[in-house]
């Protein structure tokens, strides 16, 4: 059975209410944070350079964003994470402070390797992050939270984000039974990996699926990425190289 039409008249209100709040991090692709626009080294007030700064670079379409991201993670292999200015940071503040506009929305599996803003060397306010054991997004606040990050903050691409070891995969590969409300998040896992031959490719099939579910489950996003407004993608992290693999 299709998913029901979302409520798209909703969704353009709270988005308008909440871009209404964010004057300034809502205007995209504007002057750089970073990069010379503020903190020039000419003994600038904090206000001054306030005045002076624009918003942080954002990346103008989904294949920038992702681009953006695998970046960030190349200097997380590197061990060259991006140093920001503190008056940066001070002006990055100030405008976090009414608003956030994340270029992209990592759903990820809540495994305490796994910390998305650190191995896509992101800031606050940069990426919009769901957790969940597994990254299944299989109930409807799942679905719903990466919508919102889409619908109305303006995400350009959502990444499920799968890693090497995980815990979640290799039970539902097991056919484990742990019981409890765990129970329910192999269960969610166990359909998708039907086949795989060892736990590596299990971990890649579940990703793939969990792709797949998203766009079956959510017209809202579905929509938007036929529509070019974001893209939907698979990822997995090896917990050895630190190196994000788009799949
Ligand atoms: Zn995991």
Request: glycine share 10%; charged share 20%.
């Amino acid at each position: 059975m299709a998913a029901p039409r979302p409520h798209a008249d909703q969704i353009n209100r709270s988005r308008r209410v909440l871009l209404g709040a964010l004057p300034a991090l809502a205007v995209a692709g504007a002057a750089a944070c970073g990069s010379g626009s503020t903190g020039d080294g000419d003994g600038d007030s904090v206000e001054k350079v306030r005045e002076k700064a624009g918003p942080p670079p954002r990346p103008a379409d989904p294949d920038g964003a992702i681009a953006a991201l695998m970046e960030g993670n190349d200097r997380f292999v590197a061990r060259t994470p991006k140093i920001r200015e503190v008056a940066d940071i001070e002006v990055l503040w100030t405008k976090l402070e009414v608003g956030q506009a994340p270029f992209a929305t990592v759903l990820g599996c809540a495994d305490s390797r796994l910390a998305p803003e650190l191995i896509f060397d992101q800031f606050v306010g940069d990426i919009f992050v769901v957790r969940e054991a597994g990254n299944i997004a299989d109930s409807p606040t799942s679905l719903g939270s990466l919508e919102f990050s889409q619908a109305v903050l303006g995400s350009k691409a959502i990444v499920v984000l799968g890693h090497s070891s995980c815990g979640a995969v290799q039970a539902a590969f097991d056919d484990a039974t742990p019981g409890g409300n765990i129970q329910a998040i192999v269960d969610a896992i166990r359909p998708g990996i039907a086949g795989a031959a060892d736990l590596d490719e299990a971990i890649t099939a579940n990703v793939g699926a969990v792709v797949g579910r998203i766009r079956a489950k959510s017209a809202v996003l579905a929509d938007a990425e036929r529509a070019g407004e974001c893209r939907i993608v698979g990822a997995v992290y090896d917990l050895a190289s630190a190196r994000v693999r788009l799949i």
